[in-house]
């Protein structure tokens, strides 16, 4: 007899076990398939998240490796600018052990977790799946992909998929760090053209590196020119690449589909960090799944309120991010060291270490606006950044000299 379940959810990540577990917590029989046979598989993520992430994903602090409290940003032409904070702001995760944990959550709210078993055929309504030994096809009302951007299941199924995508490299590297609460980070067209490089410590003697580069890029030189540069000489234990999904898709469903997570581009424009977004994303999901699939409103019109809701969640952010992440890319090498010199103060960088926020991003202009002794601070910057982008858009709608002719 053909297997039946209320949700069946692919991608046994950080993303789907929520996503599993939030289905199952609302009451639907629930299938979590992973087509690795392991969760130790290594992860090109950077764990680096903020102390909310835990709560939102459901799980303890067991998996933490590092309390953050303090970031290095450096400038194309050297300049240090250094955030610090009597909070922890960020923590970094090892992604074994937080998966483990999330996969033990899913089977205490009830759902089946298969492991090694990937999915070679997909249709709204049933799932052909293999093994290292066999196929079988599994029935489900409502199927939520949560493959991240290592699948074109997407795309198989008609589904959008995110427009902009980043290439992205990360090595893991022996090297205890000089501060263990310290974060640094690396901007210019030579470190990491329209994106950024960074350095986050990890377990003890160790330190993940990496950067994202824009798509027609090969971010590998990249990253051994700043291995060279921030760790000369360093023993690299691993490397993995990645991608990075910029914006989120505008219709992450279909008939008895859902997508969820980086699938979906549910993470913050700025950073490609999703872990807190996504697992917010994740709940609603689970929770639209398992009601559609219980009320047998399964089909496109049924599930369109999903996407509502995760804008309601997390919109007002991710647009904020993607106006932040478009002022970085507008941004020359010159500008971005003039914004670090008119930032130099110690005033505004401790208010800026004290109120930053990596998930509220939006909420900094308001509490600018309510420090009037920044105020003068902060024009220079903004007449900057102003004078900067006039005249790239200058440079932009300019004729060429062929035009010209």
Not at 2 to 22: E, L, Q
Request: overall charge positive.
């Amino acid at each position: 007899m053909m297997n039946r379940y209320d949700v069946v959810v692919i991608g046994g990540g950080p993303i789907g076990a929520v996503t599993a577990r939030s289905a199952a917590t609302f009451g639907a029989r629930v299938l979590l398939v992973e087509r690795s046979a392991s969760t130790d598989d290594p992860s090109p993520c950077t764990g680096l998240v903020s102390p909310r992430t835990l709560p939102a994903l459901g799980v303890t602090e067991s998996s933490v490796v590092r309390r953050i409290r303090s970031i290095d940003a450096y400038a194309p032409g050297g300049r240090r600018l250094t955030l610090t904070s009597a909070a922890v702001k960020g923590l970094v995760l090892d992604r074994a052990s937080l998966r483990a944990e999330l996969h033990a959550r899913a089977r205490d709210a009830g759902a089946t977790i298969l492991l090694g078993r990937e999915a070679i055929d997909v249709r709204p309504g049933s799932i052909d799946l293999r093994s290292t030994t066999s196929t079988e096809r599994l029935e489900a009302r409502v199927i939520v992909i949560a493959t991240g951007l290592a699948t074109a299941l997407p795309q198989r199924l008609s589904l959008p998929t995110p427009v902009r995508l980043f290439r992205a490299v990360q090595a893991v590297i022996d090297r205890e760090p000089e501060r263990p609460d310290a974060v640094s980070t690396y901007f210019g067209a030579r470190i990491a053209p329209e994106f950024f490089g960074w350095a986050v410590p990890a377990e003890p003697g160790r330190m993940r590196v990496g950067l994202a580069v824009s798509p027609d890029l090969d971010p590998v030189p990249f990253l051994e020119s700043l291995l060279e540069s921030c760790a000369p000489g360093t023993a690299v234990r691993s490397r993995l690449l990645g991608r990075v999904a910029i914006g989120p898709v505008s219709e992450p469903f279909g008939d008895g589909l859902l997508l969820v997570g980086d699938a979906a581009g549910q993470v913050k424009p700025l950073t490609g960090g999703g872990l807190y977004t996504g697992a917010i994303c994740a709940r609603i999901a689970g929770r639209t799944a398992a009601s559609a699939a219980a009320s047998r409103k399964t089909e496109r019109k049924d599930l369109c309120t999903y996407a509502a809701d995760c804008d309601r969640a997390i919109g007002d952010e991710i647009r904020f991010g993607l106006a932040a992440r478009d002022l970085l890319e507008s941004l020359s090498d010159e500008g971005i060291d003039d914004a670090f010199a008119a930032a130099d103060h110690p005033d505004l960088l401790r208010f800026l270490g004290a109120n930053g926020d990596i998930d509220r991003l939006r909420r900094l202009p308001r509490r600018l606006a309510a420090e009037p002794a920044l105020w003068k601070r902060l024009l220079p910057l903004l007449s900057l950044l102003d004078r900067h982008l006039a005249s790239r858009a200058a440079r932009a709608v300019a004729p060429s000299a062929k035009d010209s002719l």
